[in-house]
C-alpha cells in the first residue's frame, strides 16, 4: 500500500525552495537576519530547515504503524551514542545537493555549519554506538521499533589533557540549543520509588501484594527522528528527561519552603543528569539503579499506555514486542512487567511470568566478570521493595525446578542462584536476564561460544536452546558512505549504489583488487583522506603528522583488557632501536602512531597508561634522531566525530586485545570496511574478519583464549618473560629509569611494577609475537601495491559487518518479527 504525502507538509526539494525555507526559519525560528545571524543560527536554521523534509515521513510512519500493529522490536538501552545528526540527516533525505548549493548561493559553507553541531555522547563506547548503528539498520530494514533511553543532559566528559594527563570536563551539548529533539511534556510518566509493600484481600478473597512507594519523579519523553535510508520511513528514539512533581514533592518533603521545594526539584532531575563514565567495572550506585529503573518504567508505561490501543489484549503481548535488553542494564524491566501485570492489572502469577519470560530478550556485551553487573539486595529492597519481592519469588520458582533436575546437586543450585549470597547479599542481573529472558546473545562468534562453555555454562546446560549468537555489525550509512565520500564514490562508480543497503555486494570489488587502475585510484582516495585527517588535526588539536606516513591507529576505550600497553611498547622498542644505533632511520617506514582514549574517570591504571602515552609521544616527536620519521599522535576527546575523519584514513588497524576478552570490538569493523589491514589477536569479531579477508591480508598473532587459559592456570609469571627477552627488558627500563619523565622514576612506576608483577592481561606474554607481526607490517608495507591490494580486498570482504545482517539475524534468530513495507518512499 502506498499513501501520498500530505502536500501540505512537504517542502519544495528545489534549492530555490531551501533557500525560502532556510531564510524562513532563520528570520521566525531563530529571529535574525542574515546580516546578523550567528553560525550557531544558522546551524540551528539549517538543521530545521532539513527536519522539514523528514517530518511528514515520520507522521505517516506513525500514522501506518498504528494502523498496522504488526509485531515491533522496542531496543532498551541506557545508551545511544548517536554521533552528529546533521550529516546522517542530510544524507537520509538525499537533499545534500540541493543544501549545499542553496547555501553557496547565500554565501555559507556547509561545512562551518556541520562544526557548529555539538555530537550528541550518550553513551561510554562500543555498546552506545551499536545501539546507534541497529536504531539505524532498524528504520532502513523498516522494522517497526522504537528506541528507549536517557536523555542525558550531560553525555561522555570531555576529555582534555593537562600536561599529558587526563582532565574530564563536563560534556555541555545542550548549551546551544537542540534542533533534533521534540519535547513532549504532555505525554510525561510517573516514576515511582522507595517506600514499602503490603499484602492485602482483594474482593475476590485473594491475597495480594502491593507497591507504597515512599517517592516519585516524572519523565518526560523526548522523541528524535530515526530516517532509514531514502525507505521513507522514519522511526522514533525515545529519551526519558527526569523532572520533579512539584505538587507531590512540596508534599513529599513536608514543607511550605520555597528553598526545599526547589532542592527536591534538583534532586528529581539528578536522574538524568549525567552518563555514568564506566565502562567497565559497575560501581553499584544508587543513582545508577535509579536510572535504569527510571527509563525502564517510563518505557513499559508508554509501550502498552500509549503505544498500544486502549483495547488491546495483553495476554497477546508476545505476538506484538519484544523488548531487547541491551546489557543488563534495563534487565530491571523484567520484574517491573510482572508487577504491571500481577499487581497493577491483577493477573495471576503464572499467566504473567508466561507473558514475561515470551517479551524480553538479553544481549550480553562483556566476557569479564567485573563487569557483570549486581545490585546489593540491601539496595534494590530499599529503593524498588517490590520488585526485590518478586525477584525473590522467580528466583525460588527458578531453583525449584533447578532442584528437581538435578537433584542432588545443590552446588549447582548456589551456583545459579539469581541471589549471590557473597561478599553479600546481591542479585545477579544476568542471571535474572537469562532466566526471564526468551533468548540469550552474545556479540561475536567466540563471544557466545564462550557465554555458553563458561560464564553461563550452567544455564546453557539448563536452557540448551536459548542460547544464540549474533555477531555485531556497523551502519554502512554513518560509516562509509557519510564518513568516506571518497571511497563511497569509487564504490558507486564500479558497482552501483546498491551497496549502501545491500552490504553483502562489496564483494563484486574483488576482481578489482587486481585491476591497477583501480588499485591506483584507491590509493590516491586513501592518501586524500589522510590529508583530511592531516587537516583536521592541525586545527583541531595543533597536532603535526604527515599525509606520506603509514597511519597506525588504536582507537577505544582505555582498558588494560585492551592492551594499549601493548602498542606503546612496540613504539618504545621501535624508539630504542633507533636511539642505541641498532636500526638507521633511514630504514625506519615513516609512521604514525595514533591513539584516541579516554579513561574512566576512576581507573587509576588507565589514567597512568593516558600519561605515558603523551610521555612518549613528546619524546619521540622532539628527538631529533627520529627525523620525524616516527610520531605518536593523541588527539583529546576520542569521539564519534572524530572517528569519522579517522577511520577513513587509516593503513593500519590495532585490535590487540588479550584473547577472550573482547567480547566483539565494533572499531575493527570499521577500520576494514574503510580499507584498513588489521593487526589483531584471535579475539571477539577479529575471528571473522580474519576468516573473511583471509590470513594474507591481517596480521594475526598473540595467544588464543585456550592458550591464555592454560597458561594462567598454571600460574603466569610475567618477571620470566621480562628476564628472558631482552627487547622486552629495554623498553621496560626505558619507562622505569625515567627516559620519558625527564629522569624521574617515580611516576610511571606503577604501570611498570604492574606488569612486571601481576600482568592480568598477559601483555608480557604476547609482545614478541606482536613485535614480530609488526615487522610483518613493515615488510608488507614496502610494497604499496601490495598493500593497496590486501586493503581493497579487506573492503570487498567486510560486508557481512553491516549491521543490517546482525539485524536480520536478530529478526531471524531472536525476534521473529519482520520488516513492514514502507507507506511511501
Ligand atoms: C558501568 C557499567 C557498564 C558496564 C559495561 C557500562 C557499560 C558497559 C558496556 C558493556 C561496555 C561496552 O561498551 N562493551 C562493548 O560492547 C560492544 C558492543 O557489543 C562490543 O563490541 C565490545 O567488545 C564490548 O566491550
Not at 548517536?82 to 548561493?105: F, H, K, P, Y
Not at 553487573?373 to 525460588?396: A, Q, T
Not at 572517528?643 to 590487540?656: G, H, K, R
Not at 591480508?697 to 627477552?725: C, K, M, Q
Amino acid at each position: 500500500m502506498s499513501e501520498s504525502l500530505d502536500p501540505i507538509t512537504v517542502p519544495d526539494r528545489t534549492v530555490e525552495g531551501f533557500v525560502q525555507e532556510f531564510l524562513r526559519e532563520l528570520h521566525f525560528g531563530q529571529g535574525v537576519d542574515m546580516s546578523r545571524a550567528s553560525t550557531n543560527d544558522k546551524y540551528l536554521a539549517l538543521a530545521r530547515t532539513v527536519r522539514h523534509h523528514l517530518m511528514s515521513r515520520w507522521m505517516q510512519t506513525l500514522r501506518h504503524q498504528g494502523q498496522v500493529q504488526a509485531k515491533s522490536v522496542a531496543y532498551l538501552s541506557a545508551e545511544f551514542l548517536l554521533g552528529r545528526q546533521l550529516d546522517n540527516a542530510l544524507l537520509a533525505a538525499d537533499i545534500d545537493g540541493i543544501v549545499t548549493e542553496g547555501l553557496t548561493s547565500l554565501g555559507i559553507d556547509l561545512d562551518d555549519l556541520r562544526q557548529a553541531e555539538q555530537e550528541p555522547g550518550l553513551g561510554n563506547g562500543g555498546l552506545g554506538r551499536l545501539a546507534a548503528c541497529f536504531i539505524d539498520s532498524l528504520a532502513t530494514l523498516s522494522v517497526p521499533s522504537i528506541g528507549y533511553g536517557i536523555r542525558y543532559e550531560y553525555g561522555i566528559f570531555r576529555q582534555t589533557f593537562v600536561d599529558g594527563w587526563q582532565v574530564e570536563q563536563p560534556d555541555t551539548w545542550l548549551e546551544l540549543g537542540s534542533p533534533w529533539e521534540f519535547p513532549h511534556p504532555e505525554a510525561a510518566v510517573k516514576v515511582n520509588f522507595g517506600g514499602s509493600t503490603e499484602t492485602y484481600i482483594d474482593d475476590d478473597g485473594n491475597a495480594r501484594s502491593r507497591w507504597l512507594p515512599g517517592w516519585s519523579v516524572i519523565g518526560v519523553p523526548y522523541n528524535y527522528m530515526v530516517p532509514g535510508y531514502r525507505n521513507g520511513r522514519v522511526n522514533t528514539l525515545r529519551l526519558w528527561s527526569a523532572r520533579a512533581e512539584k505538587s507531590f514533592d512540596l508534599q513529599i518533603f513536608n514543607s511550605g519552603d520555597y528553598a526545599d521545594a526547589v532542592r527536591a526539584q534538583t534532586f528529581a532531575e539528578n536522574i538524568s543528569k549525567v552518563l555514568y563514565p564506566e565502562d567497565s567495572t559497575p560501581q553499584g550506585k544508587e543513582l545508577r539503579l535509579q536510572q535504569q529503573y527510571f527509563f525502564v518504567a517510563c518505557s513499559l508505561a508508554d509501550f502498552l499506555d500509549n503505544v498500544l490501543p486502549g483495547d488491546f489484549d495483553l495476554t497477546k503481548l508476545p505476538d506484538r514486542i519484544v523488548f531487547q535488553l541491551n546489557d543488563t542494564h534495563p534487565v530491571i524491566a523484567i520484574p517491573e512487567l510482572m508487577r504491571l501485570l500481577v499487581d497493577d492489572r491483577g493477573w495471576s502469577w503464572e499467566d504473567a511470568w508466561a507473558v514475561t519470560q515470551q517479551v524480553f530478550a538479553y544481549t550480553c556485551h562483556t566476557l569479564l566478570p567485573e563487569a557483570l553487573e549486581v545490585w546489593s539486595v540491601d539496595l534494590l529492597g530499599r529503593l524498588l521493595p517490590r520488585h526485590l519481592e518478586i525477584i525473590y519469588r522467580i528466583n525460588d520458582e527458578f531453583l525449584a525446578q533447578v532442584r528437581k533436575a538435578y537433584p542432588d546437586d545443590e552446588l549447582r543450585v548456589r551456583r545459579m542462584s539469581i541471589i549471590a549470597e557473597f561478599p553479600e547479599r546481591a542479585v545477579r542481573m544476568a542471571f535474572l536476564a537469562t532466566v526471564a529472558g526468551a533468548k540469550v546473545n552474545g556479540v561475536a562468534e567466540l563471544h557466545s561460544q564462550l557465554l555458553r562453555d563458561k560464564v553461563l555454562n550452567d544455564f546453557s546446560a539448563y536452557f540448551p536452546d536459548k542460547f544464540t549468537n549474533v555477531t555485531n555489525g556497523v551502519t554502512p550509512r554513518r560509516f562509509v558512505r557519510m564518513s568516506n565520500p571518497a571511497l563511497s564514490g569509487l564504490i558507486t562508480e564500479a558497482i552501483g549504489e546498491g551497496w549502501v543497503t545491500d552490504l553483502g555486494r562489496l564483494r563484486e570489488l574483488e576482481p578489482l583488487a587486481d585491476d591497477a587502475e583501480f588499485r591506483r585510484r584507491f590509493a590516491e582516495i586513501k592518501r586524500g583522506n589522510k590529508t583530511r585527517l592531516v587537516d583536521l588535526l592541525a586545527a583541531r588539536d595543533g597536532i603535526e603528522i604527515s599525509p606520506d606516513a603509514m597511519l597506525d591507529v588504536m582507537v577505544k576505550r582505555l582498558h588494560e583488557y585492551k592492551r594499549q600497553m601493548l602498542k606503546l611498547l612496540h613504539v618504545i622498542t621501535l624508539y630504542d632501536r633507533v636511539t642505541s644505533g641498532e636500526l638507521p632511520i633511514d630504514q625506519v617506514t615513516p609512521r604514525t602512531f595514533a591513539f584516541g582514549a579516554k579513561a574512566a574517570p576512576g581507573y587509576k591504571m588507565a589514567k597512568q597508561i593516558i600519561g605515558l602515552i603523551n610521555a612518549v609521544g613528546r619524546t619521540i616527536n622532539t628527538d631529533p634522531a627520529l627525523e620525524r620519521r616516527l610520531r605518536v599522535a593523541f588527539p583529546a576527546n576520542y569521539n564519534v566525530t572524530l572517528a569519522e575523519t579517522l577511520v577513513p584514513a587509516a593503513d593500519l588497524s590495532e585490535q590487540i586485545s588479550l584473547a577472550g576478552k573482547e567480547a566483539s570490538g565494533t572499531g575493527n569493523m570499521k577500520f576494514a570496511l574503510n580499507g584498513a589491514l588489521t593487526i589483531g589477536t584471535d579475539d571477539g569479531a577479529n575471528v571473522e574478519i580474519r576468516q573473511l579477508v583471509g590470513d594474507d591480508h591481517f596480521f594475526l598473532f598473540g595467544l588464543t583464549e585456550p592458550e591464555v587459559a592454560d597458561i594462567v592456570d598454571a600460574g603466569y609469571r610475567p618477571s620470566t618473560y621480562y628476564a628472558a627477552n631482552p627487547t622486552l627488558r629495554r623498553a621496560l627500563d626505558h619507562i622505569a629509569h625515567g627516559t620519558f619523565s625527564g629522569g624521574d622514576q617515580r611516576v610511571f612506576e606503577p604501570v611498570v611494577s604492574n606488569l612486571l608483577h601481576e600482568d592480568r592481561f598477559l601483555v608480557l606474554a604476547d609482545f614478541q609475537s606482536y613485535i614480530d607481526a609488526q615487522d610483518r607490517v613493515e615488510k608488507a608495507y614496502a610494497d604499496q601495491d601490495g598493500w593497496t591490494r590486501s586493503a581493497v580486498l579487506n573492503v570487498a570482504r567486510s560486508g557481512f559487518f553491516s549491521s543490517d545482517r546482525s539485524i536480520k539475524d536478530y529478526l531471524d534468530r531472536i525476534w521473529h518479527a519482520e520488516p513492514v513495507a514502507p507507506p511511501f518512499v
